[in-house]
Nanobody, 113 residues
Framework: VQLVESGGGLVQPGGSLRVSCVASGFTFSTYAMSWYRQASGKERELVAV????????YYSDSVKGRFTISRDNSKNTMYLQMNSLKPEDTAVYFCYSYFRNSWGQGTQVTVSS
């Protein structure tokens, strides 16, 4: 199983960023996926969940209305579109698969002026 995140970077408050997770080594289209994040000195927290066919989603209260999780099963890829970013969104964002509880290596998102 391999999960590879990309798309992180530095963005100003109020800006947007999209991070991606490319999966391999399992049947991507049959498993729910999630995004987590971990800020420096804090515990890892759940950001969003998407079911296997992309119809059902869940968001934490802290990102609801600003972030959108999606997936393209033809590309084995999951996305997190982040809008109206705030400094408190600064964290390493991790891709998670419910197949064997697998994690990606993370991508850093920094929101700062």
């Amino acid at each position: 199983v391999q999960l590879v995140e990309s798309g992180g970077g530095l963005v100003q408050p109020g800006g947007s960023l999209r991070v991606s997770c490319v999966a391999s080594g399992f049947t991507f289209s049959t498993y729910a996926m999630s995004w987590y994040r971990q800020a420096s000195g804090k515990e890892r927290e759940l950001v969003a969940v998407i079911n296997s066919n992309g119809v059902s989603t869940y968001y934490s209260d802290s990102v609801k209305g600003r972030f959108t999780i999606s997936r393209d099963n033809s590309k084995n890829t999951m996305y997190l579109q982040m809008n109206s970013l705030k400094p408190e969104d600064t964290a390493v964002y991790f891709c998670y698969s419910y197949f064997r509880n697998s994690w990606g290596q993370g991508t850093q998102v920094t929101v700062s002026s």
